[in-house]
Each structure stands twice: as structure tokens, then as C-alpha cells.
């Protein structure tokens, strides 16, 4: 069949849906004759909606699809296929199904709209330009509608993976923040392509204040510049680098020097990149190192803070920039400002990052009857608990009544510790159900990129979700798996379920004492199921889900094993069986890269769940290991 789709649209994102749609339509209707003629119709040049809304109006002669913007018709596109029988199951074609259907199937007439304003992902692990450029291709196809580069470039996440750290078997790669600046461009290319959004910066602010780069959290060999002596938080009398990285150093922030570069880098940045929609002004990447100064002493991190974005805010404006402004709740962020409040609403979003979260159960709700703690200097811990966490929130919406959205991390450690995929995903599909009721419009996923194994389907729920926040979390589930396994897909189901069951997410992510009969009893079962699926399952090898299902099999048999024996406090053993699993997936890493994050998930394992065992390791403090509170990645 021939298919025609034209557009009037000279927009980017309208004329990349009109190949897409051409592309799929054209593979699905192969076999028959005939034509179609689809129109593609912005009703504006400009994606001003962040709720996107489009219309689907198909007959087999043709039709439109029309949305509220560029953006919104490529929403529209994959969501009519999706609606035809097409399944995006992953970042990689290789994980998508494309069906033949009749052309009397492309009957179809229905409007829809997002839930959701903020619907994305932040970049974390170790990804290659591939990786990064796979995943924004995909993010549309299930919903999604932003994109989030942390840092001014993504130079830490890339030269990670180029110069394979934490896998000694590969050799390294050269990788330079020049390399970086050239791939930002072709990823900031792609993102436009598809008219999403584009968040960018977070932490370095502070680290450039004070004359570093701070592209990542590497510490640095040089010092701290006499001259910018000053600007630097003052802890125990004495202000430097905190422990020799500039990104978890943070400013005196009475000192108007400090106050004066930070607000004037901020402003000049979002003069220079008009393509970033939002841009995220943090302090450092640590906590309790705030400066101690007397004239800090007499306000709150949070007051200053506010102040802050004030100063930017009205520059901005004078330069007439709409630039949105993301601030964060997060470390001793999360108590509001006494006295300060920000003065233009309107260009600021709050940010609510629970990063100490549990994943084991989902967001609570019925928070408003404990009180928040008292802030104390440089004294903080971080709330370990939902409820704890959502104290915090509601006590910043008291003084802030904007716009605000998650910033989460249900694939950024702890999807390590559920060894099926099903759990995650349902705690993702519960919590984006309760956003609204938080006050919150959406979430940013903060995450590893290659999170395929066993298979993609917490991404694919989250995405799915967040557009439709109705959407059930079961029949998704059982559309991801239908496609992905085909005839034996409930088999499959039903065991990556039983591993879920079995799920340890806050024993990996370093929660509790390490010697736990509990979890040591979850991993022997999980040993168990994984042998028993393999005994009754051949591989249908030329499929990528089944062998990656294969894979998954052979990886977790090891991790469990690792995870029971450390349980059990049988610290040698734990160690070597870690190692042979580390050896397995280093030595696999070539033909699964897109799929494991090699590199992230060895870090975790090392820095939170506690491997290999060593006897600092072993005592637990505040319930993570007494190396937990060192980690210099600890981050939004
Ligand atoms: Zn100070």
C-alpha cells in the first residue's frame, strides 16, 4: 500500500512524525495495494503545552492526526501505531514488534491528553553516544516527553563508558570534555528533532565559582586558587575543596563575590543555550557542608538559597528570557526558607528528590501528622522513611505554591535488587498515580540508560503512566509481556513474578544489617527458580527477549549467590562469588552492552550492598555500610 503524509508544518518535529509514520505504516501495509493520504496538523508552530493533546482520525483511505503542537503530533504518531499493534519495548529496534495488518484495521478515531506536564529521564551510569541517542528515540514512542543531560555536558556519564571503568577487560578509550561538547551537540540535535524538551545543569555551579570545570564529581589534583580562597564554604575554620571535589563544594554564600559569579554564570549560561527549556541551578553534591561562617550562621542554607534564585530570576527577566528555573529539595535543601520566599513563581519548578527512599513499598501519603525536624547545621540526616520525605514537601508547598515535580530513583540503584522486573515496575505505576495527589505534575526518572535486562518494561510502565495516569499497571504488564515472548509469554510472567516476590531492593541499595537471614532465605529461593526455569525452558536463541531472559538467568544465579552468602555472613565466599559474577558480566559486556549497565551495577554492589566484603564493610551505620555516607556519586 502507498502511503503519503503531508504536513503545512515547516516544524522539525512535525516533519520527523510524518517519516516515522510513513516508515511503520508503509512496513505494516506491505502486502496490499492501494493508498492513503494522512495529514499531520499542529494547531501551533510551538509547543506550548507541556500536557500535550492530540487527535487520531484514520480511515483506510487516509486521515489526520492533529495535536496541540510539533511535539504533540510525534506523540500522536507512535501513540496511532501503538493503538495499530506496533510495541516499543525497548531503546534498540531490536525490541520493537511491527505487525502486517489490513488496511481496514487503520480505522480508528479517538482524542487523548497527558496527565502529566514533566515526563522524563536523567541520565546516570556509564552510556555511549549510542546508548544516549537509542534511549531519546525511544522516549516518545512510550510517552515521554523530556530528556535530562545532567552537568553542562554529559562528559562523566560518557568518558565512564569510554574509558570502561569498572571493567578491566575492555581496554580504555580516549575520551576528552572536548568529545563531550561535540556529542552534546548531536544529542541536543536529536532531542529537538523530536521537538522534546531539554533539562540541563544541576550541580558544577558551585565548582565553577570556584575556577574548576566540575563537568562531574572527579576530584581534582590542583587546589584551590588562593584568590578564590574566600568564596568557599568555611567548615571547621577552614575553607577548600571538600575532599578535593569542586561539584560537593559548596559557597559562603554571605559573601557577595560568591553570590555575584554564581548568579552571572547562571544567567550568562541560559543567554547562551537558548535550546534548554529548564535549567537546573543546585548547590553542591554533599551534605552537612554548608559554610559555618557568622554570617551564614545567621540565615538558613534554604534562605540563601532562595535568595539566590531571587538575583537570577530578576536578571533573567531583565533580559527578557523565559528560561524555566528548576531549584531542588534535597539534603538540607529539604527544610523550607524561614523567611525568604521566591518572588516570581512563575519561573521556578520545585524539584522533590527522595533520594534515602525505601523501594520496597510505595509513596504514603497520609504524612501531614509528623512534624518536620528541627535543621540543624551541618547535623542533618537524611529521612530514611516515605512519610518522613513527604513531610519535607509539604512544608516547602506551604511557601511554594508552583509547579513541582518527582525526581526518583527507582532505576538508579535499587532495580538491582529486584531480580524480575515486576515488582519496580508496580511500585513506579502506584507512585505516579499518587503525584497528583502530592501536589506534584510528573516525574524525572533519575536512572541508568541500559536497564534491559531481563527485559525494558519498568521504563515502559513508567512511560505509559505518566501519560495516562489511569492506565492499569496489570494489563500493561501483560502487553509487554504478550509482545515480548510471544505464545509462552505467561510462563515467562509468571516466573519473572516469583523473582520479584523474592525482591531484596533495599538490601542491594545497602539498607539494614548486612547479615540477614531474611534475605539470605530470598536469594537461596531465588537460586532455586532461576535453576527449575532453565530445566523446563529451552532459548529460542534468535530472539532478542529470549536470550536475554538466557542471560538474565546465568547473571542473577551468580548475584544471588553473592547476595546469599553475604546474607548469611559467610564474608570470603560472598567476596569470591561476587567476583565470578563481576568476571561473568565483564567478560559478556560486549554483546549485552545496551542492555546492563556494567559499570553501575558493580559500583552499586560495591559501594551500597557492600562487596566485596571487607571488615569496614561489615558494621552497619545508620543501616548503610560505614562507606555510604562517603560516596561521592550519592546525587540527585
Ligand atoms: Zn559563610
Redesign the pocket.
Known amino acids: 500500500m502507498q502511503i503519503q503524509v503531508v504536513t503545512e508544518s515547516v516544524n522539525q518535529a512535525v516533519i520527523f512524525a510524518a517519516k516515522e509514520l510513513r516508515r511503520y505504516l508503509e512496513r505494516m501495509l506491505s502486502e496490499h495495494g492501494g493508498q492513503a493520504l494522512i495529514t499531520l496538523s499542529p494547531r501551533a508552530e510551538r509547543d506550548t503545552e507541556l500536557c500535550e493533546s492530540f487527535a487520531v482520525d484514520l480511515t483506510p483511505e487516509g486521515g489526520s492526526i492533529t495535536g496541540s503542537g510539533p511535539r504533540a503530533v510525534l506523540l500522536g504518531v507512535y501513540d496511532c501505531l501503538h493503538n495499530l499493534g506496533c510495541r516499543f519495548l525497548g531503546p534498540s529496534a531490536r525490541m520493537e514488534r511491527v505487525p502486517c495488518i489490513e488496511p481496514a484495521g487503520l480505522t480508528a478515531r479517538y482524542e487523548k491528553h497527558a496527565d502529566f506536564a514533566h515526563r522524563g529521564v536523567c541520565i546516570e551510569g556509564a552510556d555511549s553516544l549510542d546508548n544516549i541517542l537509542a534511549f531519546i528515540d525511544w522516549l516518545p514512542k512510550v510517552g515521554y516527553n523530556t530528556f535530562f543531560s545532567q552537568f553542562k555536558t554529559p562528559y562523566a556519564f560518557l568518558k565512564r563508558w569510554y574509558n570502561h571503568e569498572n571493567n578491566s577487560l575492555s581496554e580504555s578509550e580516549l575520551y576528552s570534555e572536548d568529545d563531550a561538547q561535540r556529542d552534546m551537540e548531536r544529542i541536543v540535535c536529536e532531542i529537538k528533532r523530536r521537538g522534546l524538551i531539554l533539562h540541563c545543569a544541576g550541580h558544577g555551579w558551585t565548582g565553577e565559582v570556584l575556577g574548576f570545570d566540575a563537568l562531574s564529581w572527579d576530584a581534582q589534583d590542583a587546589p584551590l586558587p588562593e584568590k578564590k580562597r574566600d568564596l568557599a ?2 567548615l571547621g575554620g577552614v575553607r577548600g575543596l571538600f575532599r578535593g571535589v569542586p561539584a560537593n563544594t559548596n559557597l ?4 557577595s563575590e560568591a553570590r555575584e559569579d554564581f548568579v552571572r554564570r547562571v544567567v550568562d549560561y541560559a543567554a547562551r543555550q537558548p535550546d534548554v527549556d529548564f535549567l537546573h541551578v543546585w548547590l553542591a553534591d554533599e551534605y552537612n557542608n554548608v ?1 559555618e ?1 557568622a ?2 550562621r545567621e540565615t538558613t542554607p534554604s534562605d540563601q538559597y532562595v535568595e539566590l534564585l531571587n538575583e537570577i530570576d530578576l536578571r533573567l527577566t531583565r533580559l527578557g528570557l523565559d528560561t524555566r528555573i528548576v531549584f531542588l529539595l534535597y539534603q538540607e535543601l529539604l527544610w523550607p526558607p524561614r523567611s525568604s520566599r521566591l518572588n516570581n513563581p512563575d519561573r521556578f519548578v520545585l524539584m522533590f528528590a527522595p533520594i534515602s527512599r525505601s523501594f520496597e513499598g510505595s509513596y504514603e501519603l497520609d504524612a501531614s501528622a509528623r512534624p518536620l525536624p528541627e535543621y540543624v547545621r551541618n547535623r542533618i540526616t537524611l529521612p530514611r522513611d516515605i512519610s518522613e520525605n513527604m513531610t519535607f514537601l509539604r512544608a516547602w508547598q506551604t511557601v511554594f505554591d508552583g509547579e513541582g515535580f518527582a525526581y526518583d530513583y527507582h532505576l538508579g540503584r535499587a532495580h538491582y535488587g529486584d531480580f524480575g522486573y515486576v515488582h519496580i515496575s508496580r511500585v513506579i505505576s502506584r507512585d505516579i498515580k499518587k503525584l497528583r495527589a502530592m501536589g506534584l505534575s510528573g516525574c524525572i526518572s533519575c536512572q541508568e540508560l541500559r536497564v534491559c535486562l531481563p527485559n525494558a518494561l519498568p521504563n515502559y510502565v513508567m512511560g505509559h503512566t505518566l501519560f495516562d495516569a489511569e492506565a492499569d499497571a496489570e494489563r500493561l504488564i501483560d502487553e509487554y509481556f504478550s509482545a515480548a515472548y510471544g505464545k509462552d509469554w505467561q510462563k515467562v510472567k509468571d516466573y519473572l513474578t516469583e523473582l520479584s516476590v523474592l525482591d531484596c531492593c533495599d538490601y542491594v541499595n545497602g539498607a539494614g544489617e548486612r547479615e540477614n537471614h531474611d534475605a539470605a532465605c530470598r536469594a537461596a529461593e531465588v537460586r532455586r527458580l532461576c535453576g527449575d526455569f532453565a530445566a523446563k525452558n529451552g532459548r529460542e536463541a534468535d530472539d532478542v527477549f529470549w536470550s536475554l531472559l538466557d542471560y538474565h538467568r546465568q547473571y542473577i544465579l551468580r548475584l544471588a549467590r553473592a547476595i546469599e552468602l553475604l546474607a548469611r555472613g559467610e564474608r570470603n565466599r560472598a567476596a569470591g562469588a561476587w567476583r565470578e559474577m563481576r568476571d561473568f558480566i565483564c567478560e559478556n559486556e560486549p554483546e549485552y552492552q545496551p542492555y546492563l549497565d556494567v559499570y553501575r551495577v558493580l559500583e552499586v554492589t560495591e559501594k551500597f550492598t557492600g562487596f566485596p566484603v571487607n571488615e569496614k564493610q561489615t558494621k552497619s551505620m545508620d543501616g548503610f555500610p560505614a562507606n555510604a555516607g562517603q560516596d561521592t556519586n550519592e546525587r540527585k
Open positions: 564554604a568555611e559562603c554564600l554571605s559573601n559554610c561562617c554570617r551564614c
